[in-house]
């Protein structure tokens, strides 16, 4: 049995410790002993970005702003997706050396586009009125959650509803999580957003799925 390395280590945006872990050829996100990401996983966060990507395909300057980074899967595929010149992918990290790590140890450097920017404020935090009339939002909330602040949640207090604000009308908010969540659902439909899911492998042959959610801002908000 090949060992696992311990690589590098740094302290998230929540004063967690982050661990790189090298295993096989393979490189490991850790907190705490539970997994945050690898770099050989990533598949849904793919085929996530790809969905949200599709309407703004016809865009000039489409605006994606992603709540943690990871691995860097979801930034490869929307440079794929969005070819432009003009779009801009937006990071919050989790950790301000986790750009490096990702850079130096991967084969293909997801962040080498000079349309990706770094803004070093933390993704638990409400987005600010600087990032108004962004196209999506793209977020894995296990990683998240993984990482969070003690009494965090994403539908906590008003971050969830400030995202909505923050997006244009027709905006989209694109989600990745382990399982179903129903009350998650319920609460992005009374915050406003239209809500679709399904599920994908975690790899293309894996038979274990995440739930992958397109919550589309502009429906009908019921008073109260």
């Known amino acids: 049995m090949k060992p696992r390395n311990f690589i590098e280590q740094s302290q998230s945006c929540s004063q967690l410790t982050l661990d790189l872990i090298e295993h ?22 793919r085929k996530l970005v790809e969905l949200v990507a599709k309407p703004f395909r016809p865009a000039r300057q489409p605006r994606i702003v992603f ?4 691995f860097g899967h979801s930034i490869a595929a929307a440079r794929e997706a969005l070819p432009q010149q003009k779009a801009s992918f937006v990071i919050l990290p989790e950790s301000s050396k986790l750009p490096d790590w990702i850079s130096k140890l991967l084969p293909s450097d997801p962040l080498d586009d000079e349309r990706v920017y770094f803004d070093h404020r933390s993704p638990f935090e409400p987005l600010s009125e600087e ?3 962004i196209q999506a939002v793209v977020a894995d909330l296990d990683h998240l959650n993984t990482l969070a602040p003690k009494d965090w949640s994403f539908t906590s207090g008003n971050f969830l509803a400030i995202l909505n604000e ?26 406003g957003f239209e809500v679709v899911s399904d599920l994908v492998p975690l790899s293309e042959k894996s038979k274990k799925n995440r739930t992958l959610y397109l919550a589309r801002k502009g429906s009908y908000q019921r008073r109260h």
């Open 67 to 70: 709540l943690g980074l990871g």
């Open 166 to 191: 923050r997006l244009k009308h027709g905006g989209l908010l694109g989600l990745v999580m382990n399982r179903p969540d129903p009350a998650l659902e319920k609460e992005l439909r009374k915050t």
């Open 24 to 45: 096989d050829g393979r490189y490991f996100l850790e907190c705490s002993g539970s997994q945050i990401d690898a770099s050989h996983l990533g598949y849904p966060n």
């Open 131 to 133: 990032f108004s009339g």
